[in-house]
């Protein structure tokens, strides 16, 4: 059983520029959230996925979008980059979209935006 | 809304030291608490969880008690080791799965 993997695990973007990152999720995971986390702060909930249908947002610009695939293996798609986009964004995967449900992370994108 | 307070880091201590991290939250109802675990370029794994009022998790020493009445999830260990250092985090969640995390604390532990 493979855990939760993202790629890239670094990258260096353009201010204005778009960037994808990709998340695959542990087998037999439905379920994909992500998560951005600036330095030295807690993660913050971006957005859930659930059965290949957004299933939650949080306080982030409509720039940020996802998708997540038959396979569950989801997208984060940011446009526009701002400086204020540098961060570590975590993927994060379970069983199924309920609370008492155990989220997986991967390992990380470390996105710079210059 | 839900909002989880830490205690400020970072923490040094020494090896075979008592560590507490304090960790409050604010939600209504019953929200399943939890600590994650981020070590250096890693990223997050969890450490322990509690799913209702009272319950205490467990794991790899380390503790924390579920308080309704102080709304608190403080994090203990009797004995931490140079491995234990890392960032914690407290988080809870409620309803839909999205985590409200605390800031971390970052904790260094010297031999």
């Known amino acids: 059983e493979t855990g939760v993997t993202q790629s890239p695990t670094h990258l260096i973007k353009t201010r204005g520029q778009q960037v994808t990152l990709r998340c695959s999720s542990q087998?037999?995971?439905?379920?994909v959230s992500w998560y951005q986390q600036a330095l030295g702060q807690g993660p913050q909930f971006i957005f859930q996925y659930y059965r290949e249908e957004e299933n939650g947002r949080g306080n982030f610009p409509p720039r940020f979008s996802g998708l997540q695939f038959p396979n569950y293996s989801s997208e984060l798609n940011v446009n526009a980059l701002e400086l204020d986009d540098s961060a570590l964004y975590l993927c994060a995967s379970s069983l199924d979209s309920g609370s008492h449900t155990e989220a997986f992370f991967g390992q990380g994108t470390r996105l710079t935006v210059v | 809304g839900n909002s989880v307070t830490q205690m400020e880091g970072p923490v040094t201590l020494s090896e075979e030291a008592f560590l507490t991290i304090n960790c409050t939250y604010t939600?209504?109802?019953?929200?399943?608490l939890f600590w994650y675990v981020q070590y250096p370029g890693e990223g997050l794994q969890l450490l322990l969880k509690?799913?209702?009022?009272?319950d205490k998790g467990s794991n790899k020493g380390f503790e924390a008690t579920y308080r309704k009445e102080t709304t608190s999830f403080h994090l203990e260990k009797g004995s931490v080791q140079v491995s234990d250092s890392a960032v914690y985090f407290c988080?809870?969640?409620?309803?839909?799965?999205?985590?409200?995390f605390g800031q971390g604390t970052r904790l260094t532990i010297n031999p």
């Open positions: 988080a809870l969640i409620q309803g839909a799965q999205k985590l409200v």
């Open positions: 087998s037999g995971h439905n379920t």
């Open positions: 939600a209504t109802g019953y929200p399943s």
């Open positions: 509690a799913t209702k009022a009272d």
